[in-house]
């Protein structure tokens, strides 16, 4: 059975990872996948945005699935041309994935489905956000409207940000085609959890809810970044809680693009804000999260392809979904510089040791071979993920291992779980 997963981050590294571990033993496919996919299966030299080579390789080796990890492809419309090809895809088709591709749409279908989320202003234009700014209460958030991988979220304390933010998106064009338009938002107050489900069009299944940390410094501080660390269970975490999100968020959402004519099949990830007023929705993503999902994924005791499969065939049963009842904490190591100039080409060592540790594994994400040796090939080099009774236990399991990994200006946050930690 072939299985073929796009992409060559972290995601794709930790879903290779457990497809591999499948009782079916999938023969594993990624494209482009990286230095770690490479010891699970074969890579493909294809790029994940290559959408015609991507097709043209699919229609030929006819896998059973194909797992589409990044966003792009999917706002791009892979799934829709696989789907075209007659084959199985876990991921949404293109109208689906504007949930993540247009946060103003994302707003559209949250508005009509009366899903709770911060109030927010499109804008086309720079001097009319800039007018709105002028009587704008502060803090507030600026949002470019489209894929900026993970950085298009400026939050502001004053003005002057603000007007920086505008400016960054809409005038120097930082976040390129994603900031020609901007949603200005209420800037809301609480924890952020990640709430990610499985969707077979109809029903919506949740995984087990984690906490990333976006910013770059501890104690939340500095740019945003693609994710520097991650950890489930979270907290909030009960029956009550995955009933409510159940109820409010995900259920009216599905029933909502189904009124539209819509059907989600795959993951659909919600990040929430916990405020006094119940959980509302800052984002919706159309896929796994990076690094949520090497937190998650770790912690499922069952296979994960018949529940991936069921998506594509709207057959989604609870009974697909056994979780490990231990904790799970994954600390990002980045290059020196994320998340703006970094560093490409130096050595990665201590990677063996740390992955000989109990309940560790590493997952690549910029990581090359170079004559055979491992090298650093991009902002968010590995994550370490570890397994502990509790939370404090794999916390410090996460951080023994990191720290055995050594390369030129390497950085990672020392906090990962502290909210959690502190709250108890």
């Known amino acids: 059975m072939k299985i073929l997963i796009i992409g060559g981050g972290g ?85 689906a994935a504007r949930l993540e591709g247009s946060k103003l749409f994302a707003k559209e279908v949250l508005a009509a489905a009366g899903v709770p989320t ?6 086309d234009s720079a001097a009319e956000a800039r007018a709105y700014l002028r009587d704008a209460r502060l803090p507030l958030v600026v949002k470019a409207d489209g894929l900026a991988a993970g950085k298009g979220v400026l939050i502001c ?37 990640s709430v990610l489900a499985l969707v077979d069009g109809r029903r919506a299944l949740l995984l087990p809810p984690a906490q990333d940390h976006k910013r770059i410094g501890d104690g939340d501080r500095g740019k945003n970044t693609g994710g520097m660390g991650a950890y489930s269970p ?11 999100v159940l109820d409010t968020i995900f259920n009216p959402t599905l029933r909502e693009l189904s009124r539209r004519g819509i059907e989600y099949r795959g993951v659909l990830y919600a990040g929430l804000m916990l405020t006094h007023a119940g959980p509302q929705v ?27 499969a069921a998506c594509s065939a709207g057959s989604l049963d609870d009974s697909l979904l056994e979780v490990n009842p231990a904790a799970c904490a994954c600390v990002v190591l980045a290059a020196g510089g994320y998340p703006d100039q970094y560093r490409k080409g ?51 399991h996460a951080y023994r291992a990191a720290q055995l990994i050594k390369f030129n200006g390497v950085h990672m946050r020392k906090d990962i779980g502290a909210r959690a930690l502190n709250a108890g």
């Open 11 to 95: 995601r794709e590294h930790a879903l290779a990872w457990k497809l591999a571990r499948d009782s079916a033993r999938p023969e594993i496919f990624c494209a482009p996948g990286n230095a770690g996919t490479a010891a699970l299966g074969e890579n493909l030299p294809i790029r994940a945005d290559d959408l015609p080579a991507l097709s043209a390789w699919a229609r030929g080796a006819r896998p059973a699935l194909t797992v589409i990890g990044p966003e792009a492809p999917l706002c791009a419309g892979l799934a829709d041309l696989l789907h075209a090809a007659g084959l199985r895809v876990f991921g949404p088709v293109q109208s």
């Open 118 to 123: 911060a109030a927010a202003r499109p804008f």
């Open 157 to 193: 304390q004053t003005a002057a940000e603000a007007d920086a933010a505008v400016d960054a998106a809409m005038v120097r064009n930082e976040f390129g085609a994603a900031g020609r338009r901007v949603l200005i938002e209420e800037c809301l107050a609480g924890n952020e959890i």
């Open 234 to 244: 979270a907290p909030w975490d009960t029956p009550d809680f995955r009933a409510m």
């Open 282 to 308: 800052l984002e919706f993503n159309c896929r796994f999260g990076d690094p949520e999902t090497q937190a998650i994924l770790p912690r499922l005791q069952s296979d994960l392809l018949p529940a991936l």
């Open 346 to 396: 130096d050595l990665i060592t201590g990677l063996e040791a740390a992955a000989a540790l109990p309940d560790t594994v590493i997952f690549h994400a910029g990581v090359k071979l170079d004559a055979g040796r491992p090298v650093t090939d991009g902002g968010r080099v590995l994550s370490v993920s570890a397994l502990g009774a509790d939370l404090p236990a794999a916390v410090t």
